[in-house]
C-alpha cells in the first residue's frame, strides 16, 4: 500500500482556480494525505514564476491566465525547468475527473518506475482502464544492446532485451494490482507517436516519468516531456523519483 501524497497546488489567479480547487480534492480523496493550497505566484523580471520548494510528494500547478500575445510571445508558463522539477509535478490544464483512462508513456528509462507507482496510485482496480506507449529505442540504445542490432519493434518486445523485460515487468504488475492494461505500439519519431496517441485517445490523464538531466543523454535520445508541455490539452503528470532531480536555488522552483 503507498503511503498517502502531501500535494502542494497552485491556483490560478483567474476563474479556473475552482475548477483546479475541486481537481485537486478529488485527487487528495484519492490519494489520501493533505492538500496545501498556494493561491498566487511571485514573479521575477521577465515575468518568469517562481514556485516555494516544498517538502511534498506532488505540486498540482493550475496555470495562470495568459493572453494570446503573451502565449506567442513567451509560450505557456511552464517549461523545462517544471520538467526539471525534483518533486512529481502534475499539469492541470484542463482537468477532468473522475480518472477513468490513463495513458503511461514508457521512456524504457529508470524514471518509469516512478510513473508506474504514480499509476499504482491513481488507477482504480477494474474501474481505470490504462494505456502503455512505450517509446521505440534510438539507436544510439540499440548499439548497447550487443552485437547484433535489432530495430523498432523488435527490440520492444524480444525477451532477450532489456525493454523488452521492463514491458514484462510493467505487465505483471497491472495484473498483480488488477488493473486493465492495453499496449499500444506506434511508428514514427516520439513526439509524433505521442500527438497521434493523445489526440485518438480520450484520455483522463496522461503519465510520464521525469526527463534526464544530462545534456549528454538528452542529445543522444531526444526530450519527450519539454515538448508535450507545449501542446498537451489534458492533464499531464510528469513522475520524478525522490532520489534524483535538479537542486533547488534559494529554496525555490523556477518555472518559466
Not at 4 to 24: F, H
Not at 128 to 136: E, G, H, K, N, Q
Not at 152 to 164: A, F, H, Q, W
Not at 216 to 244: K, M, N, S
Request: with cysteine; aromatic share 8%; proline share 7%.
Amino acid at each position: 500500500m503507498a503511503a498517502a501524497a502531501q500535494m502542494l497546488v497552485y491556483l490560478p489567479d483567474s476563474a479556473k482556480g475552482d475548477v483546479v480547487r475541486e481537481y485537486a480534492q478529488y485527487l487528495c480523496d484519492l490519494l489520501g494525505g493533505q492538500i496545501c493550497y498556494e493561491p498566487m505566484f511571485s514573479r521575477e523580471g521577465g515575468g518568469r514564476i517562481i514556485l516555494s520548494a516544498a517538502n511534498c510528494d506532488l505540486i498540482v500547478f493550475g496555470e495562470p491566465k495568459q493572453s494570446w500575445l503573451e502565449t506567442l510571445l513567451t509560450g505557456r508558463p511552464c517549461g523545462q525547468a517544471i520538467a526539471k522539477s525534483s518533486t512529481s509535478f502534475l499539469l492541470a490544464r484542463r482537468p477532468r475527473w473522475p480518472i477513468r483512462s490513463i495513458l503511461l508513456i514508457l521512456r524504457i528509462e529508470k524514471t518509469d518506475e516512478a510513473a508506474v507507482d504514480w499509476l499504482a496510485r491513481l488507477a482504480q482496480p477494474g474501474e481505470t482502464a490504462v494505456t502503455i506507449l512505450p517509446m521505440v529505442p534510438s539507436l544510439p540504445i540499440m548499439y548497447r544492446m550487443g552485437d547484433r542490432i535489432q530495430t523498432g519493434l523488435d527490440v520492444l518486445l524480444s525477451p532477450n532485451t532489456p525493454s523488452g523485460q521492463h514491458l514484462r515487468h510493467i505487465a505483471k504488475q497491472l495484473k498483480q494490482w488488477q488493473i486493465e492494461g492495453t499496449l499500444h505500439l506506434r511508428h514514427g519519431e516520439p513526439d509524433w507517436q505521442i500527438r497521434s496517441e493523445v489526440a485518438e485517445g480520450n484520455y483522463d490523464m496522461v503519465l510520464i516519468g521525469a526527463e534526464p538531466h544530462g545534456r549528454f543523454f538528452r542529445f543522444l535520445v531526444g526530450e519527450l516531456v519539454t515538448p508535450i508541455l507545449r501542446w498537451i490539452d489534458r492533464p499531464l503528470l510528469i513522475a520524478q523519483p525522490p532520489h534524483l532531480g535538479v537542486e533547488k536555488e534559494n529554496g525555490q522552483l523556477n518555472a518559466f
